[in-house]
């Protein structure tokens, strides 16, 4: 302790020492970072089965998120209440801050349209300084965007109370008289070429 410790360190050329390249490739959607994770790019979003264009019809898909039907379809994140989720747009937090919903979402249903969405993620308490003020999980949802071309979409959909069931084993179920249509369309276009782009959604 407290002295000077000599050693003789013999360096070899670089032209002796072995060089070893590995490469890889992504086998899962389900990443591993500073926390669990899984990600949805937009061909995901559009062959995956959303039968009530919803993000929850996307994100139940990892094992690590369960839709708790019982509770209007809350979003649970590896068991954690609903209330403690956080869900965020283009980075923009989007919470329910008075705690009136229990779904996970800041109002009844997904607070922005469906074909507005170009991707998705899902990360189980990260840690990450960017996150704040949530325990369960953070979804963020990424808007799409404009180009020098114009390109959209249109969709219409259509139920009733006729195109569902009325009995369950042999028991009546009341299902009430309903109707409900939903007409859908986006649009990205640009404004100035190269420069500057727009992107609407209904």
Do not use: W
């Amino acid at each position: 302790m407290g002295q000077t410790f000599l050693l003789s360190v013999a360096l070899e050329s670089r032209d002796q020492t072995e060089v070893i390249e590995v490469t890889g490739r992504a086998i899962s959607k389900f990443a591993t970072g500073n926390s669990p994770a899984v990600h949805f790019n937009a061909e995901d979003l559009v062959s995956l089965p959303a039968i009530n264009r919803d993000l929850k019809d996307i994100v139940r898909v990892d094992p690590c998120i369960y839709i708790d039907e019982s509770r209007y379809d809350a979003i649970q994140c590896g068991g954690g209440n609903p209330r403690f989720n956080s869900l965020t747009l283009d980075g923009a937090r989007m919470d329910d801050n008075f705690g009136f919903n229990g779904n996970g979402y800041p109002t009844v249903r997904v607070p922005f349209s469906y074909d507005s969405i170009d991707q998705v993620s899902i990360e189980l308490a990260p840690f990450d300084v960017k996150y704040g003020s949530f325990t369960s999980c953070n979804i963020n949802a990424v808007t799409k965007f404009g180009g020098n071309e114009v390109h959209g979409g249109v969709s219409f959909d259509y139920t009733n109370d006729s195109m569902q069931g009325d009995s369950i084993e042999g028991e009546d179920i009341a299902q009430g008289d309903f109707s409900e249509k939903r007409f859908c369309f986006n649009v990205g276009f640009l404004i100035i070429s190269d420069t500057l782009f727009a992107f609407v959604s209904y």
